[in-house]
């Protein structure tokens, strides 16, 4: 049997999530109610990897409340797969829709196949018996998620980023059309973090799911996303392909403050340096590159010298049979020899910073 | 780069071992383990009392035959048999509300009493018993005539069914589970306060009345009254095996449940009422077993090593049906010179066996 086709087929093409005009927000006996996100439209496609980011507070768990149906539209409507969300019943909704939440799950003596076969639970009868078929389809969202060494642990005893795995897993056994994360790289370590991304991915892709996941990691999401719903703190929703919200500074509006620079060429933010000097660095290869990075991390403007402007520092990197060597020379002083990176930033650290902010802009 | 074709992420280590679902032998062991222990300590507990009964005759004559030993036949058939059996179905009962408590509150801590029913039972039971009748001494007797075994547990059944009522009726004004817990506790305190301020006021002979229905017995149920036990204990019984789906899916949480298709308000609001019908008709005939509910379930998890209620259910009530026997035997150990209060046995047998298992599993207190 090959274990990575899918068994089910989805349709490819086509939307299999869409709202008309819903707002989500809450409403509470004696108070007024409280919109969090107006009226918007969105559609998620088969084979369509969406990620909803925005700062914390901007109302990313309540719109993903109000999609998966948890909680009810204030006004609008959400389809799922061409029908009115409001209209399934339970068990034909989590048939097509699966939900990975951030809260972590606290149980033991659970392994992690026993784990992934609840998310069978929509598809069997009234005891929950797992007929074959249910366990290939079991087996075959196990294999998916890279969880294979994972089947037989106790879920108790697994990391956290582990765990995760086998609640995607959960949720892919659940044959949805749409699979619905809410802030999944929430308790994750860096690795982790990546794998789901890539992981997310591949679901969406290979298997023709739509998936929409909420977070406030930036990275992640630029690096995978096909399209971005982004959430300013205004609950103002604007969608596009990641790289078109980098472009029309959308990102660095939202996400930028007065020490951060949206950079959106590597789409990563820096801080804004307090106290600079130019810098320049002379040499090949990656150590190179890690001198200019440490400069700048320091307060160098490092990368690119403007029009007419001199140096403050040169540093020339030499590779030497003995390893890397930098010499750094600053105005008026003689060449320092220095082994590392680390001796370049004590270095110039005890030199008087040559300019402020201003002048280096 | 070698020149060997690429192939996709996942096939290039080498080919994942083959994903099977984890065997339950385990599981079907630990059950037919527990099954063997209640099978054991059901004839051994009609074996022990004031007079030692050979097992061997226990057997025949529960298999209909005679025994050389006039009387013993009618103290199995009238005073031991309906003992067994009623011991056998309180812990059961008990059990069986015990991994649905724990269940629904995820809390390894939480029991069938968890939602005041004892609270409510002992103060039903002390109503009756303290303040009935005429006072004096002779008032006392003439009270205890006219209410009898049955009249305590109407009064018991009573109590634990009001306290539940109200318990349910402010849960479902609430969202969270953890605060239908609280809600259950304080009742449960109300309702304690209550009956302390009845045993203060109360008459020394009374008092002691209470306190010995308040130890827990297994004695004196009649045939008459297990006709009202066994039913209800099977059927509320058979009712959460029905519910062992879902309650698996309950063991991920709420949203997760939800998630799942499971309609979560109404499996809390049956499991809440099955719960309490169980530990409410026990504790009416039995009075406030502690520590079966409670220990059992861990008990069961630990041994089969699996949450999974289709196996747990049916475990736990066989745990608990050999729990409460062993407990049982272990009262009636002084023989002649009388029984120990059942409360004290089921703790003193009960709780080193329970520590021991945990603790050699330590993966069980995650699993709870």
Request: glycine share 10%.
């Amino acid at each position: 049997m090959g274990a990575s086709t899918p068994i089910t087929t989805r349709p490819t093409a086509g939307p299999v999530m869409s709202t008309s005009q819903l707002t989500s927000g809450y409403r509470a006996r004696r108070r007024p109610p409280r919109v969090v996100v107006p009226a918007v439209d969105l559609t998620v496609s088969a084979g369509e990897l969406v990620t909803l980011l925005g700062p914390n507070g901007a109302g990313k768990s309540t719109l993903l409340r109000t999609v998966s149906g948890v909680q009810p539209a204030m006004s609008g409507s959400v389809a799922l797969v061409g029908d009115p969300l409001d209209r399934l019943g339970r068990m034909e909704r989590a048939r097509r829709l699966a939900t990975v939440l951030t809260e972590r799950i606290a149980v033991g003596q659970l392994a992690g196949y026993d784990l992934v076969a609840l998310g069978r639970q929509p598809h069997t009868g009234w005891n929950g018996v797992l007929h074959q078929r249910d366990h290939d389809i079991v087996a075959d969202a196990i294999v998916a998620v890279g969880a294979s060494h994972l089947a037989d642990r106790d879920i108790g005893e697994l990391s956290d980023g582990e765990r995760q795995r086998l609640m995607i897993a959960r949720a892919v056994a659940q044959e949805p059309a749409v699979l619905i994360l809410d802030e999944p790289t929430a308790f994750l370590d860096v690795t982790s973090r990546i794998e789901l991304g890539a992981l997310l991915q591949r679901l969406a892709h290979e298997r023709g799911l739509g998936v929409v996941c909420s977070t406030h990691d930036l990275d992640l999401a630029l690096a995978t996303a096909d399209t971005v719903w982004l959430l300013d703190a205004e609950a103002d929703l604007r969608i596009g392909a990641p790289e078109d919200l980098a472009l029309s500074g959308a990102i660095g509006q939202v996400f930028g403050t007065a020490e951060l620079e949206f950079d959106p060429e590597r789409g990563t933010f820096s801080r804004r340096p307090e106290v600079a000097g130019f810098a320049t660095v002379t040499g090949e290869g990656l150590a190179t590159r890690l001198c200019v990075r440490a400069l700048t991390r320091i307060g160098y403007h490092a990368d690119e010298l403007p029009e007419g402007a001199a140096p403050d520092v040169t540093v020339v990197v030499r590779d030497r049979p003995v390893g890397v060597e930098f010499l750094v020379s600053t105005q008026g002083q003689n060449e320092r020899r220095c082994r590392d990176l680390r001796a370049v930033c004590e270095h110039l650290r005890a030199q008087p910073m040559p300019r402020t902010a201003e002048e280096v802009r | 780069m070698s020149v060997v074709a690429p192939a996709p992420a996942e096939s290039v280590t080498d080919s994942p071992p083959p994903v099977r679902a984890p065997d339950r032998r385990r599981a079907a062991l630990g059950m037919a383990a527990f099954g063997g222990i209640a099978l054991v300590a059901f004839v051994l507990a009609i074996a022990v009392g004031s007079v030692w009964i050979p097992p061997s005759d226990v057997v025949s004559i529960l298999f209909g035959g005679t025994s050389e030993q006039t009387g013993w036949e009618a103290i199995v058939r009238d005073i031991r048999l309906p003992r067994s059996i009623t011991a056998s179905l309180c812990g059961a009962g008990l059990a069986v509300a015990g991994v649905q408590m724990q269940t629904l509150f995820r809390n390894p801590l939480a029991g069938p009493y968890v939602l005041g029913i004892s609270s409510g039972a002992s103060f039903g039971v002390a109503l009756v018993v303290l303040t009935a009748g005429a006072s004096g001494t002779t008032g006392f007797l003439a009270g205890l005539g006219a209410f009898g075994d049955l009249g305590i547990a109407v009064a018991a059944a009573a109590g634990s069914a009001i306290v539940l009522s109200l318990v349910l009726l402010v849960s479902r004004r609430v969202e969270s589970i953890a605060t239908v817990l609280i809600v259950g506790l304080m009742f449960g305190q109300v309702v304690l306060a209550m009956t302390t301020v009845l045993i203060a006021g109360a008459e020394p002979e009374r008092i002691q009345a209470y306190l010995v229905w308040s130890f827990g017995s297994f004695r004196g149920v009649s045939w008459d009254e297990l006709w009202i036990l066994a039913p209800v204990v099977v059927a509320a019984g058979g009712a959460v095996w029905f519910t062992a789906k879902h309650l698996n899916a309950m063991l991920l949480g709420e949203r997760y449940a939800e998630s799942l298709g499971v309609d979560v308000r109404r499996i809390r609001r049956i499991t809440v009422i099955l719960s309490a019908l169980l530990a409410g008709v026990v504790t009416a005939f039995a009075g406030p077993i502690a520590f079966i509910g409670v220990a059992v379930p861990h008990l069961a998890r630990a041994t089969l090593g699996t949450v999974d209620h289709r196996y747990l259910l049916p475990a736990s009530a066989l745990g608990g049906a050999a729990m409460a026997l062993v407990a049982e035997i272990g009262a009636q150990l002084p023989g002649r010179a009388g029984v120990l209060p059942l409360n004290a046995v089921t703790a003193l047998i009960g709780a080193p066996v329970v520590i021991w298992v945990v603790v050699r599993n330590t993966r069980a207190t995650a699993g709870f």
